[in-house]
């Protein structure tokens, strides 16, 4: 008996582990894109790549009007005051592997800039300098080169280090910038695209709902001639491929001067085969009998949907909005087709998103903050809506 128990749950131990393995690989791109948003945009461009957002600490030092980056050296505080300074690595061309490092400034080209001489130093003809090593001047060759920053210590503001920055250790401290989500709705007018995303949505979602509960009823319940054939054609025509639909489509809202217009991303969208053929299979498994005893006790056909059928398909409309408010929430093609590219007043966030995405192509933060405001709520919906797929799928139609 114990080593039954025993084994179910090393059992569930391993079922969860190998499930929340997998979940974080997936949940991780989206906690990374809300992170980085709400970074720096020099902080995104760190390496190796950083999860939290952090920004670096400065010092006040008495002879420098602005704080400075403040950076640890040593295990001392130091303050960056010079940065870029130009480092000239000389060697002996008697010895090469005598060197020294020196700024720029401090040495003196050997017959001028115009004429300068040279000397060759392990093969290679360098540039020769006069430079003072250990309080002698001498004539060494410039062999490389690189940039150093210059570093005064917070407690005595005498001692200065000269040392490579990219090498050297900034002090930082976790910090969020939320104020990236208002540049990025200063930038692209990116409310108001909220705003246009948010209309087309809700008018998808309505009409689509309403069109395929009535179609649904009708082919479910109904009876004429060709209900059947009827319904097989316009359940043929999810087969047609978008590309097709194109451009009559666009010559249709030509002709109605719906181009450049929010109506045209709404109205043409509103009739959906899929829904029609969801909520038909829905309502067949509602029993007859419910209905005719409502048709005996005098309910209308419009009574019968609202009253009976409508309260048993709560799972099928919640997957059929949710399917539709993802298409809706996420269409792109179609805007980018008959919205023009320089009226923003009528752009949704998938045009916004494609318009930024150029024009702050040095601020990842930016783009990352632009998707993030995309993305969160079809994710949001998507979960919460998730519990009504297995029941649309399991669910008899019945409510006891």
Known sequence: MRSQKFNKIL???????????FAFFMVFPFVFMLTTSLKQPKDTFNYPPRLLPRDPLTAEIETYDTPRPLYTI????????????????????ADPSQTAELPFREATPV??????????IDGLEVPLYEITVNGEVVQWGQ?????????VSVADPNKEVLQNTRLSQPVEELSWHPENYEAVVALQNM??????????????????????????????RLQFPGRDNLFVMYLGTIMIPFVVLITPMYQLMVYIGWVDKIASLVFPWVFSAYGTFLMRQFFITVPKEIEEAALIDGASRLQILWRIFLP????????????????AWNSFFWPLIVINTGNVEN??????????????????????????????????????????????????????
């Open 143 to 151: 062999v490389g080169q690189t940039a150093f920053g210059r570093f």
């Open 191 to 220: 409310d108001r695209s909220l705003t246009n995303t948010i209309l087309v949505t809700l008018g998808v979602v309505t009409g689509v709902l309403v069109t395929s509960v009535l179609g649904g009823y009708t082919f479910a």
């Open 312 to 327: 048993a398909s709560t799972p099928a409309l919640a997957t059929l909005t949710t399917f539709t408010f993802l298409y």
């Open 11 to 21: 059992q569930a131990v391993l079922v969860y582990g190998v499930l929340i393995f």
């Open 111 to 120: 017959g001028g800039f115009v004429e300068q001489e040279q000397v060759v």
């Open 74 to 93: 040593n295990g001392e505080p130091y303050a960056l005051v010079e940065e870029n300074i130009r480092i000239i690595i000389f060697a002996n061309p």
């Open 347 to 400: 752009h949704v966030l998938t045009l916004s998103l494609n318009v930024l995405r150029g024009r702050a192509a040095d601020s990842p933060n930016l783009i990352l903050a632009g998707a993030a405001i995309a993305i969160l709520p079809p994710m949001l919906i998507f979960i919460f809506g998730q519990r009504f797929f297995v029941e649309s799928a399991t669910g008899s139609g019945v409510k006891g």
